[in-house]
């Protein structure tokens, strides 16, 4: 597509509940990555991937969050068990490989805004 | 470690003045520098990016920055505010040395121009 699409773009959940967040990078870019935005912060690294090499994961905040991309280009964020301090707006972005070009540009999605209620 | 400072979570100014966001960093090697917009209820959108080469870069919407490695500063500026430019922005950096994979983003300044 033309951009990075994230879906839904609005969760409501129950505390406790599982929640899954859906991204499909832009065309042809190999790097996808998610970070989370709460409100009045900055943006925190959560996951990066990169083609078919082992994901970073040295931002996930516990053990309750995971993310696979699965074929190289739809990824998945999954939260489970979600408490309140969940509460974010997450983003996911996506680039052309960084090795060699670490000047890359990242794209951002709109964001799913969740909301743990 | 990598780091980026924007000093001012608030930069006011009136419409058809010039405006600066600044920004500092922080990093071990040379960086690769980036600012983003981001309008209310809306994703980042990317406005301009340094990597290498000429220190004044310009990007979208009118806006420039200026890359000042002794003062590792890259402050994003625009000679004339229009109310539109209301919006947070974003200072972000990159270790070209250390290869990190992230983006290391400030926690952004709130720009309102008044009409």
């Known amino acids: 597509g033309a951009g990075v699409s994230q879906s839904p773009s609005n969760k409501v959940t129950e505390k406790g509940k599982d929640v899954e967040l859906r991204c499909d990078p832009i065309?042809?870019?190999?790097?996808l990555y998610w970070y989370r935005q709460s409100l009045g912060q900055g943006l925190e690294f959560l996951i990066y991937f990169q083609g078919n090499s082992a994901p970073d994961k040295s931002g996930l905040p516990s053990d309750r969050f995971s993310a696979e991309r699965t074929g190289g280009s739809v990824s998945t964020l999954t939260i489970q068990r979600t408490q309140q301090e969940d509460s974010a707006v997450y983003l996911c972005?996506?680039?052309?490989?960084?090795?060699?070009?670490?000047?890359?540009?990242?794209?951002f999605g709109e964001g799913s805004w969740l909301t743990v209620v | 470690a990598q780091s980026v400072a924007q000093p001012e979570d608030q930069v006011n100014v009136a419409e058809g003045n010039p405006l600066t966001v600044k920004c500092t960093y922080s990093?071990?090697?040379?960086?690769?520098l980036f600012w983003y917009v981001q309008y209310p209820n809306r994703g980042l959108q990317f406005l301009l990016k340094?990597?290498?080469?000429?220190?004044l870069v310009k990007g979208s919407y009118g806006f420039e920055a200026e890359f000042n490695k002794s003062q590792t500063s890259f402050h994003l500026k625009k000679p004339s505010a229009l109310v539109s430019d209301s919006a947070l922005y974003f200072c972000a950096v990159r270790d070209a040395q250390t290869g990190a994979n992230n983006l290391f983003f400030g926690t952004g300044t709130r720009l309102t121009v008044i009409p």
């Open positions: 990093v071990s090697g040379n960086p690769y």
């Open positions: 065309s042809g870019h190999t790097a």
């Open positions: 340094y990597i290498t080469g000429d220190n």
């Open positions: 972005a996506s680039s052309l490989a960084l090795q060699g070009a670490g000047g890359n540009t990242i794209y």
